[in-house]
């Protein structure tokens, strides 16, 4: 399983490293340390806590790419026998597409990992980062 350094996190989260840092210092999402001593969240709790995040969000966050493309993480993956849809939440913003399964499968996305969802009119296009 993927785990993500606090500056990762926030940055996935749309927020600076401090409020990824007190969030974790509260309990708000669960760290532990790595092999070389860093703080670190698990991937799948990453993407719990950026879910909860997103619906409890009483800021005014604001999240913007000239180029279209929203870096977040991966919170939900359903397979069809042919299809998939692929749920990114990145900061406050809930992005979900829908692809082939071998797509999916080929990029090698599972619940947790790092993502970007990249908008281009009507469609969103994942890739893997």
Known sequence: MQSYTIGQAARLLG?????????????????HRDESGRRVIDG??????????????DEDTSY??????????????????IAA???IQAGPHRLVSLLTREAVEEL???VG??????????????DRT
């Open 44 to 57: 799948k709790s990453l993407a719990a806590f950026s879910v909860d995040l997103a619906q409890d969000d």
């Open 85 to 87: 849809q692929v749920t």
């Open 15 to 31: 927020v600076s490293p401090d409020t990824a840092r007190r969030w974790a210092d509260a309990g708000r999402v669960a760290t």
């Open 108 to 110: 090698g996305l599972d």
């Open 113 to 126: 990992m790092q993502a970007t969802a990249r908008v281009k009119s009507t469609s969103v296009h994942i």
């Open 64 to 81: 913007t790419s000239a180029r279209n493309a929203f870096p977040g993480i991966v919170t939900g993956i359903e397979l069809g026998d």
